[in-house]
Nanobody
Framework: QVQLVEAGGGLVQAGGSLRLSCAASRRTSTTYKMGWFRQAPGKEREFVAAITWIGGRTYYADSVKGRFTISRDNAKNTLYLQMNSMKPEDTAVYYC?????????????????WGQGTQVTVSS
């Protein structure tokens, strides 16, 4: 497992932008994938986006496709989520996660390391 620390959450108006970052405590294995999930009050944790650490292949939830961009900086062991054209329904606690390439990119159960979460609130 690897320790993950998110940063960059906050309050933004609808239509605005935020960038989340996730710093890993050590170099992530080449066999790893990393992702962002979110959880709104009273709802289950849901997939937002994922990326392979080597190759940078990306995957997105339909609800964020075209608005959010996931990226990584291998030299800094850091994952990012650029969020544009934000909507009130994007309000949630956002979690960074890491897991082995085997398994689903979309299922939280296939990620074995998690950050503490960062609150994102979008006002209408």
């Amino acid at each position: 497992q690897v320790q993950l620390v998110e940063a960059g959450g906050g309050l933004v108006q609808a239509g605005g932008s935020l960038r989340l970052s996730c710093a890993a405590s050590r170099r992530t294995s080449t066999t790893y994938k990393m992702g962002w999930f979110r959880q709104a009050p009273g709802k289950e944790r849901e997939f937002v986006a994922a990326i392979t650490w080597i190759g940078g292949r990306t995957y997105y939830a339909d609800s964020v496709k075209g608005r959010f961009t996931i990226s990584r900086d291998n030299a800094k062991n850091t994952l990012y989520l650029q969020m544009n054209s934000m909507k009130p329904e994007d309000t949630a606690v956002y979690y960074c996660a890491a897991g082995r390439l085997s398994g689903s990119y979309y299922d939280p159960a296939d990620f074995d390391s998690w950050g503490q979460g960062t609150q994102v609130t979008v006002s209408s």
